[in-house]
């Protein structure tokens, strides 16, 4: 099992850009996430799913949209890169609501 | 709105020695979990407090539960320089089963333990 994997690994955008942030999960989890890491800030959560075809928002989802048209995968879209979206990216992953989540690899994005 | 807060933000410890990192937070919670996070790694799960005086020890490290003060502790043991490394707790809101795993996390606290 490869667990939660994610595409790239690091990535440098100009300001107005736009990028796909791709997570995989091979676990047959229900529930996925993608959360933002900054300095001090501990990790804030942007979109999730609880299962294929359905999303919601975070805490911080302004300039992000996702889709989750396989089960197995959850995708993160800037539209427009800002340099406020320069962050550490991780995606997750549960069973259920309550169960522990496992945690990708994360990507590191700089938008200059 | 959920508020996760830990104490401290940066510890530095001499091997050997004992400490305690502390995670408060605001609302009723329906569980806690504790992360550790190496250096450009990713998060890896600790422990998971279900319910009040939930206590849990792996190695050097220990976590409990006190729903009533709204407060988790993990205690560390005789550190060791294999323990450096960011600790974040994560609570998930009791929200009636509406939560659907949305966790607030601590800002982490930066453990260094040194000779």
């Known amino acids: 099992n490869a667990g939660v994997t994610q595409t790239p690994k690091f990535r440098v955008l100009k300001t107005g850009q736009s990028m796909t942030l791709l997570c995989a999960q091979d676990?047959?989890?229900?529930?996925m996430y993608w959360y933002r890491q900054d300095p001090g800030m501990g990790l804030r959560l942007i979109h999730y799913?609880?299962?294929?075809?359905?999303?919601a928002k975070g805490e911080v989802p302004d300039g992000y949209n996702v889709s989750r048209l396989k089960k197995q995968n959850f995708l993160l879209g800037l539209e427009s890169a800002a340099p406020s979206q320069t962050s550490v990216y991780f995606c997750a992953s549960s069973k259920i609501t309550r169960e522990t989540q496992y945690f990708g690899p994360g990507t590191r994005l700089l938008v200059l | 709105e959920l508020k996760v807060e830990q104490n401290p933000l940066f510890l530095s410890m001499q091997e050997g020695k004992n400490y305690t990192i502390y995670c408060n937070y605001s609302?009723?919670?329906?569980?806690l979990y504790w992360y550790r996070q190496d250096p450009g790694k990713s998060l890896e799960s600790l422990f998971v407090l279900l319910s009040n005086g939930a206590v849990k020890q792996e190695g050097r490290l220990m976590a409990s539960l006190d729903t009533k003060a709204r407060l988790s502790t993990l205690h560390i043991t005789a550190a060791v320089h294999d323990l450096s490394a960011t600790y974040f707790c994560?609570?998930?809101?009791?929200?009636?089963?509406?939560?659907?795993?949305?966790?607030?996390f601590g800002q982490g606290t930066i453990l260094t333990v040194h000779p």
């Open positions: 994560a609570v998930l809101p009791n929200a009636g089963g509406t939560s659907y795993g949305k966790l607030t």
């Open positions: 676990m047959n989890h229900e529930y």
């Open positions: 799913s609880v299962g294929e075809g359905t999303t």
């Open positions: 609302t009723t919670s329906d569980r």
